[in-house]
């Protein structure tokens, strides 16, 4: 007997497998099945011909174009798709749907997401325009006019397994939509390492493409990280929740493009700048930078070029400026044109100039907070807040934020790790208002096609976070974009510049910190609340640049360290440097940071580090710092001057302070010392120096 639920489903078409059956024919068996053939000969010949014109769409988009699946919904049908344990984001892509002729207009379509899980469920209603353009898609079925697609995502996170409906209550003026489905789950820590060398070239170009960038080498580490810990699968229908739902295959074509001239001096980038925005890089020579005014020859162009020493150049053209950098040298170069339009920038050698750091920007809202979740051990959490505002404004902008630290473990005297020995849980709730105004920078600028906003500079905070404690940062108002960074306990002493004596202060030093990284970059713990928003992420190119350095006034701090008075004591200018093999004691008030100024001597070149608490600082449990205790590495040749840093992250009350050389190296310091009391008659004490501001 025939059994019509056995099909075979090619690429292209569906054709019955028709089971032989016999029956009796007056005195003669017939075998019926024969009398199909020209049926199914009829349908290979259709099958055929719509294989040679997808054929040709592919043979024609190269390797840009590949054959898909999508189920066809109409208005008032629904599609069901399982949801497998692990998915966090559903990625919907659309298409608009029609026999016959399909408006070029977009097709509004309204679509009900419906997911019902183990652990939860949520509904969303989805309000989009259907492209009616059809220059990306060629459908297999010659009578079916098939859209652009548009894709919109769906937050699956913590529901857990079960089923995810997708309706479609109504379009305009087309027959309804073609549907596929992507799941997003996370990769396990342990497969990120050789995801790269798995996913080969192509492979790791599609994730680039995803994050918008032409390369993979354009990203930088963490977005590379972040890239590499999220894993895209395409989801089929349910088999026996569809019964009447038609799947269809398309030929889906990649964008095309842009056809260029060929440019004999090819650009490096360009940047639309308008009133005093500015491009900024630092170059190491030896190399020549360009800058050129687009569509505009006799548009003025500026360089400033800022110098180690503090000196600053300007240098002007019309139409274009060049900067040349001698070899072995390093400037900080600030373009700009007089009126407004697209700058575009050259180099005689790109591998001079240094990359433009891009930082991740959560986009959180007074209803979309972010909220990060410390594990085992506590944290130190850098957030930099950034506000966007106009590309014109000139006023300075509110940042306004509110901390609020929930849960953890709570130190049942002095200072706890963890939740061991020593520390309760609790449920005390901490709220610190975090406050500042900022400007709108004029070098950084959202990574995006002609933006419309700008950032303001950053307002930095680190924030103490116990262990299983919840942070959430709340905006006071308007939107907030919020960078956040963890400091790894592991990292290497952090470098700080030292000097000289018989040498002046330095004039400039460089933003950011790219020599050390001790912060590395994290996202939210409710990240999948923003990356299924339409703004929820931001990507922020944020260029180093040099700015000036405030000498440190020469007076008398307003702290002193007793002195252990060691056997092994030298004195450099009448000044006491005590070997580094003692420990210092410091008592640290409550409320600030201490600056501490340190000379250090050694009769050979080496590095020195400067310890806190021996190998971790001892911080307070909770709260808000200003500034933050690290490990600093000092590099010593003769006698230099330089700082350390003592945060207000320590609780008021006794600190040791310790300097530890390589190996069998000897190195002395010299501290603000407790002055001894004078004899009748002596002179007071030569005043000693304090720094002033350092670094960020």
Known sequence: MSHPDRSLTSRLTRLSILEPTTREVGLRPVRWSLLALPLIAAGLVFAVREVARVERVLAAEGSRAQRVIVYEVRPGGALRVPIEPGTDVFRVVV??????????????????????????????????KAPGTTARVAPEEAALVVGDPIAVNFDAHGLGAGELSIALSSIADADGV?????????????????????LGAEGRARLAHSAGEVDWDELDADEQTMLLGERWRRVAALPNANKGVAAHAIALAGRHPKELPTDPDPALAA???????????????????????EADAQAKVIATVRHRDGRVDTIEGQGEVQVDVPEDYEAAIELFRSTPGALSLRASDPSKLERVVRAAGWRATQGRPVVVKAGAEPIVLRVSARRPVPRDARETFSIALDARITGGFQAASTISSTGAAGAQSTSAEQVVPLRATRARSIYDRYDV???????????????????????????????LDLSLAELDPGADPRPVPTYPIDKPWPKMTKTGEPEWGGYVARRPSNYAAFESAEDGRVVMRLPARYVEVKEPETKAPTFRVKRPEAADVIVRHNQIFEPTTVAFEIEVPRGEPLVLPVRA????????????????????????????????????????????????????????????????????????????????????????WIEGELED
């Open 95 to 128: 298409h608009a749907v029609k026999k016959g002729t399909l408006s070029a207009t977009g097709h509004d379509t309204r679509l009900i997401l419906a997911a019902k899980g183990k652990k939860g469920a949520r509904t969303d209603e989805v309000r989009l």
């Open 178 to 198: 073609l549907v596929r489905i992507y799941r997003r789950e996370a990769v396990g820590a342990e497969s990120i390492a050789s995801r790269p060398e798995r």
């Open 271 to 293: 940047w639309d700048l308008r009133g005093d925005e500015r491009i900024a890089l630092i170059a190491r020579g030896k190399t020549r930078v360009r800058a050129r005014s």
């Open 449 to 479: 096609r002609d933006p419309d906003a700008a950032p303001t500079s950053s307002a930095v905070f680190h924030v103490l976070l116990p262990a299983s404690a919840t942070l959430s940062l709340t905006p006071a108002e308007g939107t």
């Open 601 to 688: 001597f050694a009769h050979e070149k080496l590095d020195l580090v400067a310890r806190v608490d021996g190998d971790a600082p001892a911080r307070r449990d909770r709260g808000v710092a200003e500034r933050v205790t690290t490990a600093r590495s000092l590099a010593v040749e003769d006698e230099v001057r330089t700082v350390v840093v003592l945060g207000d992250d320590l609780p008021p009350g006794k600190h040791v302070l310790t300097f530890t050389p390589p190996a069998g190296k000897k190195a002395w310091v010299h501290l603000p010392w407790t002055a001894k009391p004078r004899l009748p008659g002596a002179p007071p004490p030569d005043p000693h």
